[in-house]
C-alpha cells in the first residue's frame, strides 16, 4: 500500500470534542472519523486494526471448538417478549416499527435469537455441547455515548453462545472460553487480567470479565500482590479486621454544632474516621433504607443491592430532603441508635467498639456506641468498597487497586433464556430438559482502543505488533532522487513478496512531516530511506516501541526487517 494513496487524514491538533487518549489519536492518526455521536466509519488503518483483532479472535474461537455464525442485526421484538425483555431492557434498546407494522429492535445481543435458532434445530443431548459465535456490528442507544471507540452506539463485537445438556457440561464450556480468552488476549500483545465479577443471581464464580490494564481505565480492578487473586470491585472481597478487645465504655451525647461531614465531626472529636460510623441513607424502590459503614470505607452499591436482592437500578442515595422525610434527622446527624427503618450493617461495623455516630439530633453526636448493645441492624454483610489498605481474602496479602478497561466478559447463564423460551432437548432418557446457557462477549472495536489507552506516548499510538494495521512503514525521504526511491521501492517490493504487510510513504512532504506521522499512526517498524542511503548506503530500522534504531545496509535491509517483525509477531 502507498501511503499516496491510502485515505489517512492525519490531524496536527487534538479534536476538541475527543476527552480519552484512544479517541484523541483515533481521530488524529485517521483511523475513525465520526458520522453521529457514538458512530463512526473505520477508515483503512482502523479497519485493518479492527481485522487483526477479528483474526485472532476467530482463530482461538474455532480451536476452542466453537463455530462460527452470522445472525441478522434487526431482531423481532415477539422474541423478546417471550425472554421477558422487550419490557426491561429500557432505552438502550432501539426500537423501530416496520412496514408491516411489526415491532423490531436492532440487536444489542443476540441471546433471544440463538436460543430462539437452537430450540429449532437441536433436539437431542446427542446434538451438544454447541457453541455458535458471530462477530458482527452491536447496536446500544447510549444515553451518552463519548469516548470514541470506548463507548459507541456502533460497536464491532464477538459474541458467542454456549448450550450444553447437564451443569458440569457447561462448566467445561465456561473453562473453555475462560482459556481461549486468556489466549487471545496474550496474543493481541496486551497486559491484561481475568477478573471475577459479579454475576447476580447466578452466583458462584461463574462470571470473569477481562480487563486491559491502563491508567485510564474506567474500572477499578483489586489484585493481590502475592497471588493470583483479582475481582472488580463490584464482587472484590477482603479479610474483615479482627474484633476490636476494648471494653465497652458509656454511651456519651455530645454537642457538635455545625458538624456534619466526617473529617470535620473527627476533628472536632479528636478521633480517626475508622472511630467513626457514618449512616447513609439509601432510596431502595421507593423505600429509605440505612447502612452502616466505618467512616473510611465507601459503599459498593452493587454488593448492597445483592444482600437487599434487588438490582442495582433499583437503589440510589437519597437527598436531603428524603433524609429528613424518613428520619427526621438533617443530614450529617445521622445515627442507628433508635432508627425506626431497615438498617443495613457492613462486616466491618460489627468488628468495631466505642464508635461515634450521629445522635438523630441536629448538632449532637454520640460516642462509645456499640453494636448489639445500643442497636440491632436488620442485617449486615459486605457491602463496602474494598480499599488499598486491605488484605487478600485468599492469602492475607496486600491488595493493589489498578485501573482497567472492560474487553470481555464470559459469563455462565444457566437456563435463563432457555427457560423462559422453553428451549429444550431430550436427555439420554428421553425427558425434555431446557438448554444450560452461557454467553461470551468481546468487544473487538473496543479492544482496538483499549490497545492505545495502553500504549502511547506523546507522539502517538504504539500498537502491539499483532494487532497494528501493518507491521512496517518504509519512509522515503528522497522523492526527486532515483537511487532512493528506487531502494525504497525494492525494499517496499521484497518485504510484500516476503509476506510482511507494509505501507511505503510516498508522499511529496517534508521529511518532519512523514516522520510525524510515522510516529502517530504508531507502526512497529519504520523504515528510513533517506540522505544516509546516498552517503554511505545505510538504512535506518526504528522501533516504535523502545525508539531503537538499528543500522543496516541496503542488501540486508528486508531479511533485517523481516527477522524483526518475525520476532516481534511471536513474542
Ligand atoms: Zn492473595
Known amino acids: 500500500m502507498r501511503f499516496s494513496q491510502l ?15 484512544s479517541h484523541k489519536l483515533l481521530l488524529r ?34 480451536r476452542a471448538g466453537a463455530q ?7 431482531q423481532p421484538a415477539s422474541l423478546w417478549e417471550e425472554s421477558g425483555r422487550w419490557d426491561v431492557y429500557g432505552k438502550e434498546l432501539l ?35 454447541l457453541n455458535l459465535y458471530q462477530i458482527q456490528t452491536k447496536y446500544r442507544d447510549e444515553a451518552r455515548p463519548r469516548f470514541g471507540l470506548m463507548r459507541g452506539r456502533e460497536f464491532i463485537m464477538k459474541d458467542a453462545y454456549s448450550f450444553d445438556a447437564t451443569d458440569k457440561e457447561a462448566e467445561q464450556s465456561y473453562h473453555k472460553m475462560n482459556q481461549a480468552y486468556h489466549r487471545i488476549f496474550e496474543r493481541c500483545g496486551l497486559r491484561f487480567r481475568a477478573v471475577e465479577a459479579d454475576s447476580g443471581a447466578i452466583g458462584g464464580s461463574f462470571s470473569h470479565e477481562f480487563m486491559v490494564l491502563a491508567d485510564t481505565g474506567e474500572d477499578t480492578i483489586v489484585t493481590c500482590k ?4 483479582a475481582a472488580n470491585m463490584e464482587k472484590a472481597t477482603c479479610v474483615p479486621a479482627s474484633k476490636s478487645k476494648d471494653e465497652p465504655q458509656e454511651l456519651t451525647k455530645i454537642e457538635t454544632p455545625g458538624k456534619r461531614k466526617v473529617k470535620v465531626v473527627c476533628e472536632f472529636l479528636d478521633i480517626e474516621p475508622r472511630q467513626l460510623v457514618k449512616t447513609l441513607i439509601y432510596i431502595v424502590n421507593d423505600k429509605p433504607v440505612a447502612v452502616l459503614l466505618r467512616g473510611d470505607h465507601e459503599v459498593e452499591e452493587v454488593k448492597l443491592a445483592n444482600i437487599l436482592g434487588v438490582s442495582d437500578e433499583d437503589l440510589r442515595m437519597a437527598d436531603d430532603k428524603e433524609v429528613y422525610d424518613a428520619t427526621g434527622t438533617p443530614t450529617g446527624y445521622l445515627g442507628p441508635i433508635g432508627l425506626e427503618i431497615q438498617v443495613v450493617a457492613d462486616t466491618e461495623v460489627a468488628t468495631m467498639v466505642n464508635f461515634a455516630v450521629g445522635a438523630n439530633d441536629k448538632n449532637y453526636h454520640v460516642v462509645n456506641c456499640n453494636m448489639g448493645r445500643d442497636f440491632t441492624p436488620t442485617m449486615t454483610g459486605d457491602v463496602r468498597k474494598v480499599t488499598d489498605n486491605d488484605r487478600c481474602i485468599l492469602c492475607g496479602g496486600d491488595l493493589v487497586l489498578t485501573k482497567g478497561i472492560e474487553v470481555g466478559h464470559i459469563f455462565k447463564l444457566g437456563t435463563k433464556y432457555s427457560a423462559s423460551m422453553n428451549a429444550t432437548f431430550l436427555d439420554a432418557k428421553s425427558q425434555e430438559q431446557p438448554f444450560i446457557m452461557g454467553c461470551y462477549g468481546i468487544g473487538v472495536s473496543r479492544i482496538v482502543a483499549a490497545a492505545i489507552e495502553q500504549n502511547f506516548d506523546k507522539d502517538g499510538m504504539i500498537f502491539p505488533i499483532p494487532i497494528a494495521p501493518v507491521q512496517v512503514l518504509i519512509l522515503n525521504l528522497g522523492l526527486k532522487d532515483t537511487e532512493i ?13 516476503k509476506g510482511i504487510e507494509v505501507i511505503l510513504d510516498d508522499r511529496d512532504e517534508r521529511p518532519g512531516v512523514k516522520f510525524k506521522d510515522a510516529d502517530l499512526i504508531g507502526i512497529p517498524f519504520r523504515v528510513t530511506v533517506g ?7 545505510s538504512i535506518e530500522i526504528r522501533t516504535r516501541a523502545n525508539g531503537d534504531v538499528t543500522t543496516t545496509t541496503f542488501a540486508d535491509s528486508v531479511a533485517e526487517i523481516t527477522t524483526m517483525v518475525e520476532k516481534g509477531l511471536n513474542q
Do not use: W
Open 7 to 21: 485515505l489517512i487524514p492525519t490531524l496536527k491538533e487534538d479534536p476538541a470534542e475527543a476527552e480519552i487518549i
Open 29 to 62: 492518526a485517521g483511523f475513525i472519523r465520526k458520522l453521529t455521536s457514538g458512530t463512526y466509519t473505520y477508515l483503512p488503518l482502523g479497519l485493518a486494526a479492527i481485522k487483526k483483532v477479528e483474526q485472532i479472535v476467530r482463530e482461538e474461537m474455532n
Open 68 to 74: 462460527e455464525i452470522l445472525m441478522p442485526m434487526v
Open 95 to 129: 426500537r423501530f416499527t416496520d412496514r408491516n407494522g411489526r415491532n423490531s429492535c436492532l440487536g444489542p445481543t443476540h441471546e433471544e435469537v440463538i436460543t430462539d435458532l437452537v430450540r429449532m434445530n437441536v433436539q437431542s443431548y446427542k446434538e451438544l455441547p
Open 226 to 229: 502475592n497471588c493470583q487473586y
Open 485 to 497: 526511491t528506487e531502494a525504497a521501492n525494492t525494499i517496499y517490493a521484497d518485504l510484500l513478496k
Open 531 to 537: 540522505k544516509n542511503f546516498n552517503k554511505d548506503g
